[in-house]
């Protein structure tokens, strides 16, 4: 605005000083309508009266001398002045506070203020603001929902594992050592010498077809038909000891397949050289090939009892 005056300002002197050029002062030169040679032969004459009686001379005055270069000057004074209060109220706005984002209802967003609307519309308007509320009401607490069952299924699987896996290890825990090899049976031999030779292992009858069991935990080296066996099957335990299983009427193992102590490997026969239905048991101490040794204290030594 201090520019805008200033142009003001020499616009006013620059008027002025035209005024003082058109308006001549009290000693102004009086030039005669004529020539300035006829103007100086009247004043030589001298005849006081000719010059009284003739009407008064015509001034001509000197028209003013225009200045376009102050003009000019006055008017790029006045538009830079113009362009700079402009501008700076532009950059006063621009650098003004950052109006803070809020949440408006609908009729806010439409410019509508509320004392421009009927007590219906403004009726309308509350319940409008109300339903996308409740929205986003509704909209959050489904999240939540279902995060939350989320959570809860997870952590129930979480549970069904946890409570399997203490399941497996009680039973592992409870799980025997070692069993008979068959339930129910009768000892009709015992280990050592008989008929000339060595018996080398312990006869248990039942009747064919009863299940067998492997006498501890071990992985299948053999199975299969075995000569005066009829059919056998060979079993080695974690300490290298190996299990013999004799005379059975079918196999149901193979070699490889991992045991454990009760689980089923045949069932209970009388072929090869045999005088009834009966399973040879023996125990070889370190390997297939090892010391044959009387299988009844080495069953006692993992707590079975025959």
Known sequence: MAAVADAAELVAAADAQALAVVAPAPDAEVVDAGTETAAEGDAAAGDAGLRRGRHAPLRRLRAPRRRPGLYLAVAVVGAVGLGTATAGDGVALAEGPTPVGASVSVAEELGIRGEDLSPAAQAAVIESDAEVLLGEVTASRTAREAEEAAAAQAQAEADRVASEAAAAAAAEAARPRAVLPVDGARLTSTFGPRWGSLHAGIDLAAPVGTPEYAAADGVVLEAGPAGGYGLVV???????????????????????QVVRAGDTIALLGNRGQSTGPHLHFEVHVGGIDGERVDPLPWLRERGVTV
């Open 234 to 256: 060979y079993v080695r335990h974690g300490n290298g000891d190996v299990t013999v299983y004799g005379h059975m009427e079918e196999i149901l193992v193979e070699p490889g």
